[in-house]
C-alpha cells in the first residue's frame, strides 16, 4: 500500500539530491535496478542532482563512472564540496587570492572557475581532501592561516570510504591542523552543513520542499537534509539501520530498503 504522506511529498518535489555510493550503488555494483529508477524520476520530470562531499575529484570524474554505469544522463548534474567551494568563494570573495591544499584535480576546477590561485601571501586558504598531500603544503597551510589567511574547508568527512583501507580525509586533516596551530575553519562547505543547499536553492530559485535529500548516512545526508529544510529520505542499502535512527539526532521524513522503492511515489 502506498504511503498518501510521502507520495504527496515527493510529487512536489523537483530537485532529486541523491547520494552515491551506498545509495545507487555500493564500489562498482549498482544497487538494483537503478538504472530504471532514474529514467522513472526523469520521466516524473524530475532533476536529478548527485551530491557528494568527495573534493579530491573532477566533475568530470564522477561524470565518467557515472557514465560507465550507465546512470548519468546529459540532463542530470555532479555537485560535489568542490565545486560548492568554489560558487561560495565567487559570491563571496570575489577577486580574493586562495592558497588550495587539494588534488591537480581540483586546482584545475578552482583556475577553470576563474579562482586566482597563488602560493605565497593568500587572502584565503581552502582545506580540500587533498590525496596527493605533501609536507610541504601542509606547512604552507598552517603558516598561513596563523598569519591571518581566511580559513575554510570543503567539508567535515574524517575518513572518506575505501574498500579494505582506513582512509582519512578533510575531517581528520581539521583536527591535525588544530592541534599545530589552534584553528579551526570558520567556515565548512559540505554536508551536513547548509551552505551547498543554500547555493542549490539560489542557482535554481527554488523553495526548500523542492528538494529531497535521499542517502544512506544520517549524520551526513540527512542531517544535511534536516540542516537545509529539505525532505529526506534515508535508504537502508548502505551505512544505516532503522535501529540507528533512535540514536541519532538527524530525523529522515521516510525510509526506503532501497531507492529503487521511490518509483512507486512518484
Known amino acids: 500500500m502506498v504511503n498518501r504522506n510521502i507520495k504527496n511529498m515527493v510529487e512536489n518535489i523537483k530537485y532529486f539530491l541523491l547520494d552515491m555510493d551506498g545509495t545507487l550503488y555500493i564500489g562498482d555494483s549498482l544497487i ?33 563512472k557515472l557514465t560507465r554505469l550507465g ?91 575505501a574498500p579494505d583501507k582506513f582512509v582519512p580525509d578533510v575531517g581528520s586533516f581539521i583536527e591535525m591542523i588544530k592541534a599545530a596551530t589552534g584553528l579551526l575553519p570558520s567556515l565548512i562547505i559540505g554536508k551536513p552543513y547548509d551552505t551547498m543547499g543554500k547555493n542549490l536553492m539560489r542557482k535554481y530559485n527554488a523553495e526548500r520542499d523542492r528538494f529531497l535529500m535521499a542517502g544512506d548516512r544520517l549524520y551526513t545526508d540527512i542531517k544535511f537534509g534536516n540542516n537545509c529544510g529539505f525532505c529526506s529520505c534515508l535508504v537502508l542499502s548502505g551505512e544505516s539501520s532503522e535501529d540507528d535512527i533512535n540514536e541519532n539526532s538527524a530525523k529522515p521524513d521516510f525510509i526506503l530498503k532501497d531507492f529503487n522503492e521511490i518509483v512507486k511515489y512518484l
Open 71 to 161: 546512470l548519468f544522463d546529459r540532463r542530470d548534474e555532479v555537485y560535489s564540496s568542490g565545486v560548492a567551494t568554489i560558487e561560495y568563494l565567487k559570491e563571496f570573495y570575489p577577486g580574493k587570492s586562495v592558497y588550495l591544499l587539494g588534488t591537480n584535480a581540483l586546482k584545475a576546477e578552482f583556475s577553470k572557475n576563474g579562482i586566482a590561485l597563488i602560493e605565497e601571501k593568500p587572502d584565503i586558504c581552502v582545506l580540500s581532501y587533498d590525496t596527493e598531500l605533501t609536507y610541504e603544503k601542509l606547512c604552507k597551510f598552517t603558516t598561513y592561516i596563523q598569519k591571518g589567511s581566511h580559513y575554510i574547508a570543503t567539508h567535515p568527512d574524517v575518513t572518506c570510504p
Open 32 to 64: 538494483g535496478d537503478m538504472k530504471t529508477t532514474l529514467s522513472e524520476i526523469r520521466r516524473a520530470g524530475k532533476k536529478i542532482i548527485y551530491l557528494t562531499n568527495n573534493s579530491s575529484k573532477s566533475v568530470d570524474r564522477y561524470v565518467e
